[in-house]
């Protein structure tokens, strides 16, 4: 919680409001002297969440804040169970809603691509067999040669998405005679 008086020397409050509003998203409370609704409604239009004129009593103050920390509280965490977002060295996933970006490019991936590389982001830097990863993403044991090597062609397949050299992948990483991992 940021807590922003307008008047300030060298800079103004609605400057600090606009610099923190780019990189952060947590609740700013605005105080000043300054009644005028243009001054309020530039505080709001740059992000503040809310304003309060000076003179103020504290009990007040601290009611304002106490509810914009509870509602930023409430919002994060409704969030994070609805969004559920995994990142990884450049790449994000919205797990509930199936997207995946590289270097904020949106990428489309089928079900199992995309099953494929939340588990290897959930499970970096572990060494997983063509048919350890079989059993875990299809659910099954191998039945046969051909189920194995539909591993290596969803895996190549999603290299082709989300590599920028396939051939020197910085993702998705084959351990000859083991298998696949995230390289961290």
């Not at 969803?154 to 020197?168: G, P, V």
Request: include cysteine.
């Amino acid at each position: 919680m940021y807590i922003l008086d307008v008047m300030l020397p060298g800079t103004d409050g609605f400057e600090i409001c606009k610099r923190i509003r780019e990189v952060e998203n947590r609740p700013i409370l605005m105080v000043s002297a300054k009644k005028e609704d243009i001054d309020k409604i530039r505080g709001l239009g740059l992000g503040a969440d809310d304003y309060i004129t000076k003179p103020f009593s504290p009990s007040e103050l601290v009611a304002r804040v106490k509810a914009h920390l509870a509602r930023y509280e409430q919002l994060v965490n409704s969030t994070v169970a609805v969004n559920d977002m995994l990142t990884f060295r450049g790449l994000r996933m919205d797990k509930g809603a199936k997207r995946v970006w590289v270097n904020d490019v949106e990428k489309s991936l089928p079900g199992k691509e995309f099953e494929i590389l939340e588990f290897f982001v959930e499970h970096p830097n572990h060494v997983y067999s063509k048919e350890e990863l079989y059993r875990e993403i299809w659910q099954d044991e191998p039945l046969s040669s051909s189920d194995v090597t539909t591993v290596a062609v969803h895996i190549k397949r999603l290299r082709e998405k989300i590599e920028m050299d396939k051939d020197n992948p910085q993702y998705i990483e084959t351990i000859w005679g083991a298998g696949y991992r995230m390289k961290v």
